[in-house]
């Protein structure tokens, strides 16, 4: 690593020159490709969702696989048995390739786009209209359902098509709303993004911490960099698969916090180099060949976290975690290459003034004030037992709701107050009933369809939580062996009795209604991918964990010949995973709290949050955990005292890891202030992870049980230490600086690195 700063120091003009160009670079290839294409792709192999998916798709109905939204519209006087003024015309425009809508159900007719986008009367939903269902509940409410093409592909620009030309028509007599997931978010406020807030709180702590320019321009200069380049690549990335729509702000707020942490510590590495009175070139390369290597380790740690999302086998986290990987990919490159330039540039600029003017004139001497992570690192080393217990009590409380968890999905009752989709989702409620915000679609293939779908209609009839008054099936197939029955549970779409209607149907009711046939029925719709969807995730959760834990153990037992210290570090990102899920579940599913933060009531926790928290969570709480014991490391290899290896690495690096705690914390934080559940979710359950294990893991219990271990921490077997291969983080430091002549100046004393 020191070879590697050195060519870059040597060559920083054009090292600087090939990031500036890289950015250009990769930005001009995904606009040459028509800009970013995001999209996300929703595929859930080996489950009957998949089946049905792949039977429309086959039979030529791979418009029903669209994903659903529903239009509201209420006139505030007479009824909608007659369409407002308006409204038909509104829906026949949005046949256009811009809205990639392929149809559009309502009480008043059908509108195939593929036929000419014409209302077709004899193709009415009545049960659409609360005019006509039984009984009449309120009828100055219609709905419209609006069916997207694509294959669980949705476009944010689809889904802004299909809303402003129908949100132009709100006036005094005529309200219209939108609900479904398809609208999700759609009438979301502006604010400030989380990514600029990051960038705000990294310039305010890095000012506290650092106390001069060049050393706080550096950490951002080096994310703004990796953003950059990141960004473009992404864009081209998304013409090569399906990426997620959240990637970029993802990715941006990954880029921003892991991009901090990096530099921190290598800066602050640099800084302490030169105080000890090296060269500007040999600190720098001392910094990478120590701090550098820690960088390197997290790093990779982080991007094995991010890539163990593909193996859910769940195609809405493929792009996602490949874009994510790439982008820390180039944060850490950006770590080793452009930020050694840049500090080779500005020399002992990274220090404040008066300590640069002592080192030029050679009479710096180190305070003699012992810091705060110094007293608090001896506390620790006094106190191990008891600060250990009290910090595990603490985790193990707020682990405790975890075990209550229910995985699934939100739905729109619990959205903000004022916001389309949960006005949109009280109006169906108030005509139609909680349960016609559930959508359970019935699919009849087989010779007999037309026939059996009769009799499926009469079989769910009487069956516990559906509403008999919903039950409507087409009354022309889809084609000869083809045909849909739709129903509406009477409960919410996230009760958990909706989701026991979805299990009994599969399992008890259907089965004995096409038994001896050749027909078969499936359960489809939202509702039913969502309960597959939890369902995988569920089941693949343990493995997912179990090959990302095992992964990091065994680098980074190669990296610290270390047995115990591996082990340690994935039990702790196991308890932070499991104290940060318990406080997310106590307030989105326990709802303590949740009216503070308009959260709305209780409901589940989205089921793809617990693995995407964990794959951030793990990686980022590896990061802090290389920092603290790569240093512990290097003392431990100089003086083979575990006491004083550990007492040094937690106060030089305590500060490093709490300042970057704080910038990450205010970075997720941000998401609160976001109008939309899920936002908030993330948002509440990052930045609480990132307290835990800054300020309870690394700060008490992590150091107090290698304490407490002893040397033991870095046993390491032989018969294991001769077959693996050797790998270093933090090699040891050498302390042969020259002392050379008393007139000579300090910076140019030379030290073996």
Not at 81 to 99: E, N, R
Not at 160 to 189: H, I, W
Not at 263 to 278: D, E, P, S, W, Y
Not at 298 to 324: D, E, K, P, Q, R
Request: hydrophobic share 50%; with cysteine.
């Amino acid at each position: 690593m020191s070879t590697l700063a050195r060519f870059v120091i040597r060559n920083r003009w054009w090292v600087i020159a090939a990031w500036l160009l890289f950015i250009v670079l990769a930005n001009a290839a995904s606009s040459a490709l028509g800009g970013a294409n995001y999209k996300d792709e929703f595929t859930l192999p080996h489950t009957e969702t998949a089946t049905v998916s792949n039977l429309l798709k086959s039979s030529g109905q791979s418009s029903q696989n669209g994903i659903d939204g529903i239009v509201v519209f209420h006139v505030e006087s007479g009824d909608v048995k007659a369409p407002p003024p308006g409204v038909i015309s509104a829906l026949q425009g949005l046949c256009t390739p811009a809205t990639g809508v392929v149809t559009i159900a309502s009480g008043w007719g059908s509108i195939n786009c593929a036929a000419g986008g014409v209302l077709d009367p004899s193709g009415a939903s009545p049960k659409l209209l609360s005019t006509n269902i039984t009984p009449v509940k309120d009828p100055t409410i219609a709905l419209v359902d609006v069916t997207f093409s694509g294959n669980g592909t949705l476009k944010q620009s689809s889904i802004d098509a299909v809303y402003k030309p129908l949100n132009k028509l709100n006036s005094s007599k005529l309200e219209v709303e939108f609900t479904g997931d398809g609208f999700q978010g759609e009438d979301k406020q502006a604010g400030i993004p989380p990514e600029l807030l990051g960038f705000i709180a990294a310039l305010i702590i890095l000012g506290f911490v650092f106390r001069t320019p060049g050393a706080v321009a550096l950490p951002l200069a080096s994310a703004i960099v990796a953003l950059g380049t990141g960004t473009g690549l992404i864009g081209v990335l998304t013409h090569a698969m399906s990426v997620s729509q959240v990637t970029p702000q993802l990715a941006q707020l990954m880029v921003i916090g892991v991009g901090v942490d990096y530099a921190l510590f290598i800066v602050t590495r640099h800084r302490r180099n030169l105080l000890k009175g090296m060269s500007v070139e040999d600190s720098i390369a001392l910094a990478i060949n120590t701090s550098g290597r820690a960088v390197l380790f997290a790093g990779v740690t982080v991007c094995i976290a991010m890539l163990g999302l593909i193996a859910l086998g769940v195609s809405f986290f493929y792009g996602l975690a490949v874009g994510v990987a790439v982008a820390v990919s180039l944060t850490m490159l950006a770590s080793l290459t452009l930020l050694p330039a840049l500090l080779r540039f500005l020399g002992l600029y990274v220090l404040p003034r008066k300590q640069r003017r002592a080192i030029r004139a050679g009479t710096y001497v180190p305070s003699p004030r012992t810091s705060f992570w110094e007293r608090w690192s001896e506390i620790v080393a006094h106190r191990k037992a008891l600060l250990g217990v009290a910090a595990g009590v603490v985790i193990v409380a707020l682990a405790i709701p975890f075990f209550s968890m229910r995985m699934g999905h939100a739905d729109q009752g619990n959205d903000p107050a004022g916001s389309t989709t949960r006005k949109g989702y009280d109006l169906i409620t108030q005509g139609f009933g909680v349960g016609y915000n559930s959508t359970l679609t019935l699919v009849v293939s087989g010779p007999h369809a037309q026939l059996m779908a009769a009799k499926v209609a009469e079989g769910v009839r009487d069956v516990p939580d559906v509403d008999p008054s919903s039950i409507f099936a087409l009354p022309k197939p889809l084609n000869p062996t083809l045909t849909i029955v739709n129903i509406k549970s009477t409960t919410a779409p996230e009760d958990v009795k909706t989701t026991d209607l979805v299990q009994d149907l599969r399992k008890n009711v259907l089965p004995q209604i096409y038994a001896g046939t050749g027909d078969h029925v499936y359960v489809y719709g939202q509702t039913a991918v969502y309960t597959d969807f939890t369902h995988v995730l569920s089941t693949k959760m343990p493995l997912f964990i179990g090959a990302v834990v095992l992964l990091s153990f065994l680098l980074l037992m190669l990296a610290f010949r270390s047995i115990v210290v591996p082990l340690t570090a994935a039990l702790m990102n196991l308890f932070a995973a499991g104290a940060s899920f318990g406080v997310i579940v106590a307030i989105f599913q326990w709802g303590w709290g949740a009216e503070a933060l308009g959260i709305g009531k209780g409901g589940p926790i989205e089921a793809f949050a617990p693995v995407l928290f964990f794959a951030i969570l793990f990686g980022l709480s590896m990061d802090y955990q290389v920092f603290l014991v790569s240093r512990m490391h290097e003392e431990w290899i100089h003086t083979g005292d575990n006491r004083r290896a550990i007492r040094v690495g937690q106060a030089e690096t305590g500060g490093i890891i709490t300042a970057a705690a704080f910038i990450m914390i205010t970075v997720f934080g941000g998401f609160i202030l976001g109008d939309n559940r899920v936002v908030k979710l993330i948002g509440i359950g990052l930045a609480s992870a990132i307290f835990i294990d800054a300020f309870i893991l690394r700060t008490i219990l992590v150091p107090s049980v290698m304490h407490l271990m002893g040397k033991a921490n870095w046993w390491f077997p032989k018969w294991l230490d001769r077959i693996t291969p050797r790998v270093s983080v933090e090699p040891p430091e050498e302390h042969a600086i020259s002392q050379g002549d008393p007139g000579d100046d300090p910076r140019k004393q030379l030290v073996d690195v």
